[in-house]
């Protein structure tokens, strides 16, 4: 059973920081391209950060310099530290693993992060 389960959101002003994690079990973790989207209400769901299996990385152009996204192959875990944080990151935030090889695709259930004064 794959499960995909995201920690970390929350409330915090316009400035601050988290700390995005999602702990990955059922897959061969290091095998897999993890990546966070997040949605806004009325808004479609986009790719904020994405890392491959061999750390490659890549980002939404409005979070680049302000988010890093890594991982962590012996916790089987993917993280995504954002800083400076605007109202507009406010949105519900998805883990995703995805192989090409077999094209499996695994989401997480989501973490609220609002970022309001």
């Known amino acids: 059973q794959v499960q995909l389960v995201e920690s970390g959101g929350g409330l915090v002003q316009p400035g601050g920081s988290l700390r995005l994690s999602c702990a990955a079990s059922?897959?061969?973790?290091?095998?897999?391209?993890m990546a966070w989207y997040r949605q806004a209400p009325t808004a479609q769901r986009e790719l904020v950060a994405a890392i491959t299996s061999d750390g490659n990385t890549n980002y939404l152009d409005s979070v680049k310099g302000r988010f890093t996204i890594s991982r962590d192959n012996a916790k089987n875990t993917v993280y995504l530290q954002m800083n400076s944080l605007k109202p507009e990151d406010t949105a519900v935030y998805y883990c995703?693993?995805?192989?090409?090889?077999?094209?499996?695709?695994?989401w997480g259930q989501g973490t609220q992060v609002t970022v309001s004064s």
């Open positions: 059922g897959i061969t973790f290091r095998n897999y391209r």
């Open positions: 995703n693993a995805y192989w090409t090889v077999l094209r499996n695709d695994y």
